[in-house]
Nanobody
Framework: QVQLVESGGGLVQPGGSLRLSCAAS????????MAWYRQAPGKQRDVVAS???????NYADSVKGRFAISRDNVKNTVYLQMNNLAPEDTAVYYC???????????WGQGTQVTVSS
């Protein structure tokens, strides 16, 4: 099993920045993709950004140019740098890990991000 723990969420004013962290522990596979999702009240959970072991990234159109995903393979940690935040970014943000060569996937418990003046 893999455990994922998110941190770094909180309250920030519009235009501000936050950096989320997701630390993985347990039986971590050698090859895996990591991603950040978010879910606002009354809305579905959607992917925000993803990153492979070698650093290839993909972003939702709504966050391109503002958010950046990165990973530290030594620490088994993925980050989401969020800049120029807006109220519509308010959501619970979830970390997800997917093994490359199996069906296995794991979710964190989420961290709340609130953007408000």
């Amino acid at each position: 099993q893999v455990q994922l723990v998110e941190s770094g969420g909180g309250l920030v004013q519009p235009g501000g920045s936050l950096r989320l962290s997701c630390a993985a522990s347990g039986n971590i596979p050698i090859s895996y993709t990591m991603a950040w999702y978010r879910q606002a009240p009354g809305k579905q959970r959607d992917v925000v950004a993803s990153i492979t072991r070698t650093g290839s990234t993909n972003y939702a159109d709504s966050v391109k140019g503002r958010f950046a995903i990165s990973r530290d393979n030594v620490k088994n940690t993925v980050y989401l740098q969020m800049n120029n935040l807006a109220p519509e970014d308010t959501a619970v943000y979830y970390c997800k890990m997917n093994a490359y060569y199996s069906y296995e996937q794991w979710w964190g418990q989420g961290t709340q991000v609130t953007v408000s003046s």
